[in-house]
């Protein structure tokens, strides 16, 4: 068996709807990279397997680990397959049904059969109970806490078998002593019962928010507990010396016992790694501005960075119902590789949402799939090659793939097999085009001016079809796009986020007590890295405020230099800047902080040197083979190329395929590709 290093193997694993992707180093070697059928009854079952397919193909033991990293859907597809936890909801008297009644806003305005807008699923109206206390907006006790009372809701709760319980106390942001007194009788009177309390899952004001952001955390606490549970005893049966880490939505890691605590912050815990890669792969190339799109099996993430940053946002999309947890924008549609092709009532064609996934995967697989997907019209047009497929260590049944486009979409239509995949495959690129539209041309950003960076298993198939949709002339292809967000997870740092609510108007803000609180923010985030194990000097500390005009009810994250002697003459005229920007107007009004936040990271690291290669020195060109592509009526001869064998400089043009063990991209007539020198693979319109 190969040993570890100094600090051993370091390997990041990113569970998808379809394959779950490895990849692993020792430091400063090469990177190798795996790929693994996602068990979707239990996903840590294929996280576990990757260490048996270390040790199989690569010969390293589990001893030999230095840091294992992962990127985790199970919150994400907790709630949108309503498999969470039962929860009770402990609220003040008068305010249980805050998450009923939310924010009585309505997204469809004339559905014939109106949804629910608020996530009363959570929490429905016998599980939720009120109790007698009462704390003033400026932290001082109204009405002390009924003890008693709280015995009894409690009681009643345990008795309808709720796993877990949220508590949301009016103004418990500005004294959370009410809330720690009733968890802390919780856990006393019942052992085991997980709690979830709104002074530390969302220290701030506007109570629905809060209200949703807590019941979130208890919804999911349960599920995501036992998942790391798992994870971790199965790494420790292993033998494997090293802690779990878990990508958080914010793009940074944490332990899986801070994870376990608070998973309402791993929402985006995969596509955010897949961010973190893109960007270090976008700025090795020189692209400072971006738009990545990671298509696996089963949705496409789509994110935008400018000027080699992520935007981070407030709050995000889940299922339908806003979050109020700080994650990268990343907006996901149910669009990928697996996306299921149909006929509907109207006889239009549709695709997606719905994916055949990996279990049992698209028709070409040949595991008992019926339904025609996306993967399969790219076999039918030509543009995978049934016996490469991930590398060669999976063949497709490419006669599977023609009865199953011919059967269910091309003699419904009344069109040609060639057509009718052409069809999905126009069908798709439209819903991505419309997903990155989302991300920039909706928040006034041309996305003209950015290059597109396609990662996942699928992203390199449509790369430059989306490109000319959207009149983007640069595509950025990575060394490995199909195991980026994998791989995003050995760069990214480990981070912590601590918020707290701090109530100033800008024009008497007291500057002492500002830095004051925090200091003692800064307290609670390096206890945080204690446990991580990393030391004071190798942590950067970012800190900001949250403002809003006084009457304002939605604020914004403005940095903060506390250290500046005009602290409180900065925060306003950045806030200015800010809210003109987002809003399109600022005027000189009086403005006020909400809440403070400190953001703590050490480590991650830029990949890019362990990313570059040497070509294999094997033949360049592989077999030529006819394709189908979109405006052209007849089959084209597409060149074939093998990336392992395409040396810095190496230049050509479209029409052609090129093929690694990862993806196979398409380049279109119109585009020309060379391997830059990062290795990068850049796509440009002719």
């Not at 059969?113 to 109206?125: D, M």
């Not at 596509?271 to 270090?280: H, K, L, S, T, Y």
């Not at 055949?356 to 025609?372: D, I, K, L």
């Not at 996305?447 to 992203?459: D, F, I």
Request: some cysteine; glycine content about 10%; charged content about 20%.
């Amino acid at each position: 068996m190969d040993r570890a290093s100094d600090r051993g193997w370091e390997i990041g694993v990113d569970v998808g709807g379809t394959f779950t992707d490895v990849v692993c180093r020792q430091p400063g070697g090469a990177l190798h990279i795996m790929k693994v059928p996602t068990t979707r009854a239990d996903p840590s079952a294929s996280v576990l397997a990757s260490l048996d397919v270390l040790r199989r193909e690569r010969a390293v033991s589990p001893e030999a680990l230095g840091r294992f990293a992962h990127g985790t859907t199970v919150a994400t597809n907790a709630v949108l397959e309503r498999r969470g936890a039962r929860i009770g909801l402990v609220t003040t008297q008068g305010f249980r049904d805050v998450i009923e009644i939310g924010r009585q806003s309505r997204r469809e305005m004339y559905d014939v059969l109106l949804r629910p807008q608020t996530p009363v699923f959570l929490a429905p109206g016998r599980v939720r109970k009120e109790v007698a206390e009462r704390m003033s907006a400026t932290g001082q006790v109204v009405t002390p806490l009924d003890e008693a009372g709280l015995r009894r809701a409690v009681d009643e709760l345990v008795a309808h078998d709720v796993e877990a319980i949220a508590i949301v106390f009016l103004f418990s942001f500005a004294n959370p002593s009410h809330e720690r007194r009733a968890r802390d009788l919780i856990t006393q009177w019942h052992p085991g019962m997980l709690v979830s309390t709104s002074h530390e899952v969302d220290p701030a004001f506007r109570e629905y928010e809060r209200t949703v952001a807590t019941a979130f955390d208890a919804y999911l606490k349960p599920t995501v507990d036992r998942y790391l549970a798992r994870l971790e005893d199965g790494l420790a049966r292993s033998g494997a010396p090293v802690p779990l880490q878990v990508m958080q939505s914010r793009g940074g890691l944490t332990s899986a016992m801070v994870a376990r605590g608070r998973p309402v912050r791993l929402f985006l815990s995969g596509p955010a790694a897949g961010v973190v890669g893109g960007r270090i792969a976008g700025s090795a190339s020189g692209d400072d501005d971006l738009i990545t799109i990671d298509v696996g099996g089963t949705s496409a993430d789509i994110a935008l960075i400018s000027a080699r940053k992520p935007l981070i946002r407030p709050e995000g999309d889940v299922g339908g119902f806003v979050v109020r947890t700080p994650m990268v924008d990343v907006n996901t549609i149910g669009s990928g590789g697996g996306s299921i092709a149909r006929i509907d009532a109207a006889g239009g064609l549709k695709v997606g949402p719905q994916s055949a996934g990996s279990e049992p995967g698209p028709a070409c697989y040949g595991r008992g799939g019926t339904q025609a997907t996306v993967c399969d019209a790219s076999v039918v047009l030509g543009y995978l090659d049934p016996d490469y497929f991930a590398g060669g260590t999976f063949k497709l049944d490419a006669r599977l793939a023609f009865e199953v486009i011919e059967t269910t979409v091309a003699r419904p239509l009344g069109m040609s097999m060639q057509a009718a995949a052409l069809g999905i495959h126009r069908v798709l690129n439209a819903q991505m085009a419309e997903g990155i539209r989302q991300v920039s041309v909706r928040q006034g950003i041309d996305p003209r001016g950015y290059s597109l960076v396609p990662l996942g298993g699928a992203g390199g198939l449509h790369a430059t079809a989306l490109a000319s949709e959207l009149g983007m002339r640069r595509v950025v292809v990575p060394r490995l796009p199909g195991v980026l967000a994998a791989a995003g997870l050995l760069a990214a740092p480990v981070e912590h986020e601590i918020s707290a609510a701090f109530a100033s108007a800008i024009a008497t803000l007291d500057v002492a007590a500002l830095r004051d609180s925090l200091r003692e923010l800064d307290a609670r985030a390096h206890s945080l890295m204690a446990n991580e194990h990393v030391a004071r000097r190798d942590v950067a500390i970012t800190h900001f405020a949250d403002m809003c005009y006084i009457g304002q009810s939605f604020t914004l994250e403005i940095p903060l230099d506390e250290a500046r002697p005009d602290v409180a003459e900065a925060l306003y005229e950045d806030f200015l800047i800010a809210h003109d920007r987002v809003y399109g107007h600022a005027f000189r009004a009086p403005a006020r902080i909400t809440a403070l936040r400190a953001v703590h990271q050490a480590g991650g690291s830029n990949m890019i040197e362990e990313m570059r290669f040497a070509a294999s020195g094997a033949t360049v060109d592989l077999p030529s083979r006819r394709i189908h592509v979109a405006g052209i009526s007849e089959a084209v001869e597409a060149r074939v190329l093998a990336r392992d064998a395409m040396a810095i400089g190496f230049a050509f043009s479209g029409p052609a395929l090129v093929q690694q063990s990862d993806t196979t991209t398409l380049i279109e007539p119109g585009w020309s590709g060379r391997v830059d020198h990062a290795c990068n693979l850049v796509l440009e319109r002719q």
